[in-house]
Nanobody, 123 residues
Framework: QVQLVESGGGLVQAGGSLRLSCAASGRTFSSYVMAWFRQAPGKEREFVAAINRSGGSTHADSVQGRFTISRDNAKNTVYLQMNNLKPEDTAVYYC?????????????????WGQGTQVTVSS
């Protein structure tokens, strides 16, 4: 099990940028597949991006070209760089982790979750 703590959320105008960070505890961070999900009010949690142990990544179509997931295994941290933010990106963003060799887009594949960080994009 790994403990996850997100940071970096906030209020930003449309077109602006934010970088989310997720710090993980434990010494086996490099073994984890990491992902970001988000949940807007009244909506189901949705996949945003995932990155595997070797740095291979995938992004949801809705954020492709605007968001980038990355990881720094030396710092036990995964990042989500969000550029050209839109009001529809407003949500609570969650970091998730699971042991594996590939990246997964289904929330059910992830065992450990952070508490979430709010991102609000104003128009």
């Amino acid at each position: 099990q790994v403990q996850l703590v997100e940071s970096g959320g906030g209020l930003v105008q449309a077109g602006g940028s934010l970088r989310l960070s997720c710090a993980a505890s434990g010494r086996t961070f490099s073994s984890y597949v990491m992902a970001w999900f988000r949940q807007a009010p009244g909506k189901e949690r949705e996949f945003v991006a995932a990155i595997n142990r070797s740095g291979g990544s995938t992004h949801a179509d809705s954020v492709q070209g605007r968001f980038t997931i990355s990881r720094d295994n030396a710092k036990n941290t995964v990042y989500l760089q969000m550029n050209n933010l839109k009001p529809e990106d407003t949500a609570v963003y969650y970091c998730a982790a699971t042991i594996g060799s590939y990246y997964y887009t289904a929330a059910s594949r992830y065992e450990d979750w952070g508490q979430g960080t709010q991102v609000t994009v104003s128009s």
